[in-house]
Structure formats: structure tokens, C-alpha cells
């Protein structure tokens, strides 16, 4: 099977403050894409980030970036200068590229973060 | 633009009702899916489809049945609920083919108890 493991159940940070969530992951495909969704209390998924494997350069948008590790098979979320509206909890996601893979995920389990005033 | 749309948001079921959920996407996407979240274990893919009258097994498929009669519709039943079923099951779309694909739009989820 090919999975996503979220080690971190739990997160907290100061507001304004910077943290990483952590993600790695089991392939063997070479070419596949990675995300972070966010899920508020509303439960809605949200993307926050989308990585191509095939791309070296991290991907980032505004305050979020990732540090993406090929060949260790990790993908990282940073999140700076954190504000309240940032708690949820995150998941990091797994798709297959190319055509039969039909924009299937794989989900981790997830890391509830918390953001302190 | 109302994306996607699930229906019904909350059901309470006793074991061995039946139920339908429907997920209803006006952006002409062709592959849908449905996904059941349970704590500690994320999104789990049940059943998917890539086209009208096309569906296909997802990870944890076994207790659910789907069908595609429209393009914009993806219905997923319960022929005989169980406490197992308990569950926030999501429906989500996406385009056809290259980066789209992986793109996926989320509907707000549908709450299921079974008692």
C-alpha cells in the first residue's frame, strides 16, 4: 500500500510564530503529486499547497510553504507569521500523475493545529 | 457558484436502514468521488467515478454502492447500514486528465450515525 503518515497528532503555536507540520509518504512511482488540505470546525477541505514531484523547486503560496524531500520521501508545511484563522486540522495528501490514476488521494490521518493569541 | 453540494448534511440511521446520499457539482467536472473521514485515519476513498455510467472501487468499498446516471450526480447507498458506517462521508470532483485531475473540489460533508 501506498501511504501517508502524519506523525504529529498535535501541533501548537504562539500567533505570529512559524511551525512545521510534518509528512512522509510511500511510493514507488516516480511521478505523482503532493498537497495540504486544511479543514476548519466548518469541516470543509480547503487546499492550501500542491507540489509536482518532478519539480525541484518547494512550492509556496502567501504564508505557506513546504520543504519537499524527494528522495527522503518527506513534505513539510510551513506556516509563517501564524494567525488564528490558521487552526484546523491539516492533512497531507497523495495522488498518483499520469492518466489511469484519475486524481485519486491518499490521506494521512491528520494534525490538529492550534493557534495561541 | 455552488461547487459542490451534499445532501443531506446529518442523518441518524438504526442498523439495517438503507439510505442514499447525493452530491450534486454544477462545474462539469468528469471524475467524482466519495470519501468516508474517521478519526485518527483521514479520507479514505470508497468509490469513484470517471464518467457518466462509470464507476469504480475505491479503498474501503465493501457495505457501499454508487451509481452515475448524470454526469453532475454521484449517488452513494447504504443497503444496510451498520455501526461501522458511522462515519462524515465527503464527495468531491475533479477535471479530466493531466494536473486537473489532482485537483479536487470538496463538498461541506455529510454527517452519518447509525445506532
Known amino acids: 500500500a501506498q501511504t501517508v503518515t502524519q506523525s504529529q497528532p498535535e501541533m501548537s503555536v504562539q500567533e505570529a510564530e512559524t511551525v512545521t507540520l510534518s509528512c512522509t509518504y510511500d511510493?514507488?512511482?516516480?511521478?505523482?503529486?503532493l498537497f495540504w488540505y486544511k479543514q476548519p470546525p466548518s469541516r470543509q477541505m480547503i487546499l492550501v499547497i500542491r507540489?509536482?514531484?518532478?519539480?525541484?523547486q518547494n512550492a509556496t503560496e502567501n504564508r505557506f510553504s513546504v520543504n519537499f524531500q524527494k528522495a527522503a520521501k518527506s513534505f513539510s508545511l510551513k506556516i509563517s507569521d501564524s494567525q488564528l484563522g490558521d487552526a484546523a486540522m491539516y492533512f497531507c495528501?497523495?495522488?498518483?500523475?499520469?492518466?489511469?490514476?484519475?486524481?485519486?488521494?491518499?490521506f494521512g490521518q491528520g494534525t490538529i493545529l492550534t493557534v495561541h493569541p | 457558484n455552488a461547487g459542490v453540494t451534499q445532501t443531506p448534511k446529518f442523518r441518524v440511521l438504526k442498523t439495517g436502514q438503507s439510505m442514499t446520499l447525493l452530491c450534486a457539482q454544477d462545474?462539469?467536472?468528469?471524475?467524482m468521488y466519495w470519501y468516508r473521514q474517521d478519526p485518527g485515519m483521514g479520507l479514505r476513498l470508497i468509490h469513484y467515478?470517471?464518467?457518466?455510467?462509470?464507476?469504480a472501487k475505491g479503498e474501503v468499498p465493501d457495505g457501499y454502492n454508487v451509481s452515475r446516471l448524470k454526469k453532475q450526480n454521484f449517488l452513494l447507498g447504504l443497503e444496510s447500514a451498520a455501526p461501522s458506517q458511522t462515519s462524515v462521508y465527503f464527495c468531491?470532483?475533479?477535471?479530466?486528465?493531466?494536473?486537473?485531475?489532482?485537483?479536487?473540489?470538496f463538498g461541506a460533508g455529510s454527517r452519518l450515525t447509525v445506532l
Open positions: 468531491a470532483s475533479s477535471k479530466r486528465g493531466g494536473s486537473g485531475a489532482n485537483v479536487l473540489t
Open positions: 511510493t514507488s512511482e516516480s511521478d505523482y503529486y
Open positions: 507540489q509536482e514531484a518532478y519539480k525541484q
Open positions: 495528501a497523495r495522488a498518483n500523475a499520469g492518466g489511469t490514476s484519475y486524481g485519486k488521494l491518499t
Open positions: 462545474m462539469n467536472h468528469e471524475y
Open positions: 467515478s470517471v464518467g457518466e455510467g462509470t464507476t
